[in-house]
């Protein structure tokens, strides 16, 4: 016999052992993550990420090209700047392709960070009227900047063949530095898009914050000018250990250090933080935002 | 044995008033407070209990209406239920999908196209991207903006943004389906839209949540009504009991008024009043179909004085509906009045007003021509809506009357 399934059809109210879906006060310190909710709510995440990808560059004349436009702009300014004036070391790279690789990822990091801190006070209208995981909306607005990103590696690939720079077999960790990036990006991003709501301080504050990260991180100069144990200091900011594994990684920089180990505890605990943060306070949001 | 979609255990919801007054605090704010003695905040008037103890059952196939004064808790209770916010203490828990008609719109984003805001919209409200892709055609349809599909919403006018909007919500198909016509923004035609939407799902044996201030709207779809009221359930019951009781709690109006101390009650050296009031001759309430009576108490002070009152009817807006004169009274009417206490009552009948508010104007007339009183709001109350048929809600009826008219089609040929 043939057993014909039907899929059409109204849906069927919820049987005797539906699950209940409950709704009761928040009681836990420690970050939950619902995975099986997250993944039954993927394809909003999908579709808001869609939807800034789609809408970033719409009515623009350049389109597409500014994901590029935005790091090259830097590359010249910089390279001239300090490869030709101050003339900073660059590990033995040329300067240009040196701060290109650090500019893209850090461009990457900067929008996304930008984008996710405002990402719910961007949806307020959503958040006050539906329900969905509310992580997913830093965590949607961090990830469409990562095809930028993949433009810019293109370019980045045309400047290394002109200075003749070839990576090595390094470049398999290249995904792990772009991991890095975005567990940087969303760790941050939950932690101001939380803070955004209650405090629209962070609005202001934001762009100086972010100035002050990228003099701190190691795009322009190398983080190995750092010696005698403040390396370890310096690797307090996880971006230290994510530009210097790409930077090995894309353009044959110096291998990783163990005080990337810190930038990488730091980071692991950046994200674990602003996810604990996120949601202690998420339930307010829809009262609040 | 009833499946119970729908629960409530001691359900409570508290708001800070100053959260909702400073929409969201300043960083400088919370740290002077973080480094300043820590003060237990007494819960005096900064807090409020939008719901407090609220226990509510609902089993599958149930239509259950939610009344109650603004503030009552109403809009908290569905957001609760959809989870949009969280209870301060208590718990409420329900099964299969929850849809919302007051979502209309939500997350539509300008610049997108109508076909992508389908999408993105239906992603929003719970569907699967392969539910979508199935319903676009009627969708798009349903809507009846086809031609306009792939342009950007921006250009589209009110009219369209919300018919598309409304298209998909529509096509949402909920176990439960929750209605706010409080928040429901649209004209009346969209209104009248989704009150049909919603008798539709309420005959599939879908369970429905419908919050209004319409009790006629109610009480026409629902057979259980939840009374709220600042933020405990005042009553949970069949919908015409309480709909009544809930009625007569909420009357505000002038209906009847008594002066029993001559000195005190308005007048003059001509007449003194005594009481005025307006009732239903056989009903709880005064509604579309139901007569009721304009009732006077006066005295007269001066005999033999040709006295008669003069009615004018005017709606809240100001409509002045009729001028009612005692001219078919036969007793009193143009004779001569020996002093002592009058009443005159003026009958208006069924089926005449429409629903709404109305206020009555009194003026005292001596010898057919001179006005020697008047009072131009002595008594204001509400006429009150009912279906139109039993188990029909057509939404506001136009016009400030209401008639039930002789009508009468033939087939000719």
Same mark, same amino acid.
């Given at each position: 016999?043939?057993?014909?399934?039907?899929?059409?059809?109204?849906?069927?109210?919820?049987?005797?052992?539906?699950?209940?879906?409950?709704?009761?006060?928040?009681?836990?310190?420690?970050?939950?993550?619902?995975?099986?909710?997250?993944?039954?709510?993927?394809?909003?995440?999908?579709?808001?990420?869609?939807?800034?990808?789609?809408?970033?560059?719409?009515?623009?004349?350049?389109?597409?090209?500014?994901?590029?436009?935005?790091?090259?702009?830097?590359?010249?300014?910089?390279?001239?700047?300090?490869?030709?004036?101050?003339?900073?070391?660059?590990?033995?790279?040329?300067?240009?392709?040196?701060?290109?690789?650090?500019?893209?990822?850090?461009?990457?990091?900067?929008?996304?960070?930008?984008?996710?801190?405002?990402?719910?006070?961007?949806?307020?209208?959503?958040?006050?009227?539906?329900?969905?995981?509310?992580?997913?909306?830093?965590?949607?607005?961090?990830?469409?900047?990562?095809?930028?990103?993949?433009?810019?590696?293109?370019?980045?690939?045309?400047?290394?063949?002109?200075?003749?720079?070839?990576?090595?077999?390094?470049?398999?960790?290249?995904?792990?530095?772009?991991?890095?990036?975005?567990?940087?990006?969303?760790?941050?991003?939950?932690?101001?898009?939380?803070?955004?709501?209650?405090?629209?301080?962070?609005?202001?504050?934001?762009?100086?914050?972010?100035?002050?990260?990228?003099?701190?991180?190691?795009?322009?100069?190398?983080?190995? /000018?750092?010696?005698?144990?403040?390396?370890?200091?310096?690797?307090?900011?996880?971006?230290?250990?994510?530009?210097?594994?790409?930077?090995?990684?894309?353009?044959?920089?110096?291998?990783?250090?163990?005080?990337?180990?810190?930038?990488?505890?730091?980071?692991?605990?950046?994200?674990?933080?602003?996810?604990?943060?996120?949601?202690?306070?998420?339930?307010?949001?829809?009262?609040? /935002? | 044995?009833?499946?119970?979609?729908?629960?409530?255990?001691?359900?409570?919801?508290?708001?800070?008033?100053?959260?909702?007054?400073?929409?969201?605090?300043?960083?400088?704010?919370?740290?002077?407070?973080?480094?300043?003695?820590?003060?237990?905040?007494?819960?005096?008037?900064?807090?409020?209990?939008?719901?407090?103890?609220?226990?509510?059952?609902?089993?599958?196939?149930?239509?259950?209406?939610?009344?109650?004064?603004?503030?009552?808790?109403?809009?908290?209770?569905?957001?609760?239920?959809?989870?949009?916010?969280?209870?301060?203490?208590?718990?409420?828990?329900?099964?299969?999908?929850?849809?919302?008609?007051?979502?209309?719109?939500?997350?539509?984003?300008?610049?997108?196209?109508?076909?992508?805001?389908?999408?993105?919209?239906?992603?929003?409200?719970?569907?699967?991207?392969?539910?979508?892709?199935?319903?676009?055609?009627?969708?798009?349809?349903?809507?009846?903006?086809?031609?306009?599909?792939?342009?950007?919403?921006?250009?589209?006018?009110?009219?369209?943004?919300?018919?598309?909007?409304?298209?998909?919500?529509?096509?949402?198909?909920?176990?439960?389906?929750?209605?706010?016509?409080?928040?429901?923004?649209?004209?009346?035609?969209?209104?009248?839209?989704?009150?049909?939407?919603?008798?539709?799902?309420?005959?599939?044996?879908?369970?429905?949540?419908?919050?209004?201030?319409?009790?006629?709207?109610?009480?026409?779809?629902?057979?259980?009504?939840?009374?709220?009221?600042?933020?405990?359930?005042?009553?949970?019951?069949?919908?015409?009991? /309480?709909?009544?009781?809930?009625?007569?709690?909420?009357?505000?109006?002038?209906?009847?008024?008594?002066?029993?101390?001559?000195?005190?009650?308005?007048?003059?050296?001509?007449?003194?009043?005594?009481?005025?009031?307006?009732?239903?001759?056989?009903?709880?309430?005064?509604?579309?179909?139901?007569?009721?009576?304009?009732?006077?108490?006066?005295?007269?002070?001066?005999?033999?004085?040709?006295?008669?009152?003069?009615?004018?009817?005017?709606?809240?807006?100001?409509?002045?509906?009729?001028?009612?004169?005692?001219?078919?009274?036969?007793?009193?009417?143009?004779?001569?009045?020996?002093?002592?206490?009058?009443?005159?009552?003026?009958?208006?009948?069924?089926?005449?007003?429409?629903?709404?508010?109305?206020?009555?104007?009194?003026?005292?007339?001596?010898?057919?021509?001179?006005?020697?009183?008047?009072?131009?709001?002595?008594?204001?109350?509400?006429?009150?809506?009912?279906?139109?048929?039993?188990?029909?809600?057509?939404?506001?009826?136009?016009?400030?009357?209401?008639?039930?008219?002789?009508?009468?089609?033939?087939?000719?040929?």
């Amino acid at each position: 016999m043939l057993a014909i399934r039907v899929s059409e059809g109204p849906p069927r109210a919820p049987s005797a052992d539906a699950e209940w879906i409950e709704n009761r006060p928040s009681r836990r310190w420690l970050p939950r993550v619902d995975v099986q909710e997250l993944w039954s709510f993927r394809e909003l995440g999908l579709f808001l990420a869609l939807r800034d990808l789609k809408l970033r560059y719409r009515q623009t004349f350049f389109g597409v090209a500014w994901a590029v436009l935005q790091p090259l702009a830097g590359v010249a300014v910089f390279s001239i700047v300090f490869g030709q004036l101050a003339t900073v070391p660059s590990d033995g790279i040329p300067y240009p392709v040196f701060v290109f690789a650090g500019l893209v990822i850090w461009t990457y990091v900067a929008n996304a960070v930008e984008l996710a801190a405002q990402s719910l006070v961007q949806h307020q209208e959503m958040v006050t009227k539906i329900y969905f995981p509310r992580v997913l909306a830093p965590v949607a607005a961090a990830l469409p900047g990562l095809l930028d990103l993949a433009i810019s590696l293109v370019f980045v690939a045309v400047f290394m063949a002109a200075y003749g720079v070839a990576p090595g077999t390094a470049l398999i960790f290249l995904p792990v530095a772009i991991a890095g990036a975005t567990a940087v990006a969303i760790g941050v991003g939950l932690w101001l898009a939380a803070l955004n709501v209650q405090y629209r301080d962070v609005r202001h504050a934001l762009s100086f914050v972010v100035q002050v990260w990228f003099f701190a991180t190691p795009i322009v100069y190398s983080s190995s /000018v750092l010696k005698g144990g403040w390396q370890y200091v310096f690797a307090a900011n996880p971006m230290v250990g994510v530009i210097d594994t790409f930077r090995w990684a894309l353009v044959s920089g110096p291998s990783p250090g163990a005080e990337d180990l810190i930038s990488l505890a730091a980071a692991a605990l950046l994200l674990v933080g602003g996810l604990t943060y996120f949601q202690r306070v998420e339930r307010l949001f829809a009262d609040v /935002v | 044995m009833p499946n119970r979609v729908i629960e409530a255990q001691k359900l409570s919801k508290r708001y800070r008033l100053g959260v909702s007054a400073e929409p969201y605090g300043t960083l400088r704010g919370a740290l002077t407070a973080a480094f300043r003695p820590r003060t237990r905040v007494s819960g005096g008037g900064s807090e409020v209990w939008a719901l407090h103890d609220v226990d509510l059952e609902v089993d599958e196939g149930e239509v259950l209406g939610i009344i109650g004064r603004n503030g009552a808790g109403k809009s908290t209770l569905l957001k609760l239920l959809a989870r949009i916010t969280e209870p301060t203490s208590g718990l409420v828990r329900h099964r299969g999908r929850v849809g919302a008609l007051l979502e209309v719109g939500t997350g539509f984003h300008p610049e997108l196209t109508g076909r992508e805001n389908v999408y993105l919209n239906g992603a929003i409200l719970g569907m699967r991207r392969a539910e979508v892709r199935r319903k676009f055609d009627e969708i798009v349809a349903f809507s009846g903006i086809e031609p306009f599909i792939d342009t950007p919403v921006k250009r589209y006018s009110t009219g369209m943004h919300m018919r598309l909007a409304f298209a998909i919500a529509a096509h949402v198909e909920p176990e439960i389906l929750v209605v706010d016509e409080v928040l429901a923004v649209g004209d009346v035609d969209f209104q009248r839209k989704c009150i049909g939407r919603m008798g539709d799902v309420a005959k599939e044996g879908r369970t429905v949540l419908f919050v209004s201030h319409n009790t006629a709207a109610i009480e026409s779809l629902c057979d259980r009504v939840c009374w709220l009221d600042r933020g405990r359930i005042a009553e949970d019951g069949l919908a015409g009991e /309480v709909i009544t009781r809930y009625l007569r709690s909420v009357i505000a109006t002038r209906t009847e008024r008594m002066w029993d101390d001559p000195t005190e009650a308005p007048g003059n050296e001509w007449i003194r009043l005594r009481r005025a009031a307006v009732r239903p001759i056989e009903e709880e309430r005064i509604a579309v179909n139901t007569p009721f009576v304009l009732d006077f108490e006066y005295e007269n002070l001066r005999p033999g004085t040709f006295l008669n009152l003069s009615l004018h009817l005017y709606t809240r807006d100001g409509i002045l509906v009729f001028n009612a004169v005692p001219v078919r009274e036969d007793r009193w009417y143009g004779r001569p009045f020996p002093a002592g206490r009058f009443r005159d009552r003026c009958y208006i009948p069924a089926d005449l007003l429409n629903n709404g508010g109305y206020r009555v104007e009194l003026l005292v007339v001596k010898d057919k021509s001179e006005i020697i009183y008047q009072d131009s709001q002595i008594l204001t109350f509400d006429v009150h809506d009912v279906a139109a048929g039993s188990g029909t809600y057509e939404g506001e009826w136009s016009g400030v009357i209401r008639p039930h008219l002789a009508w009468r089609t033939d087939h000719l040929g």
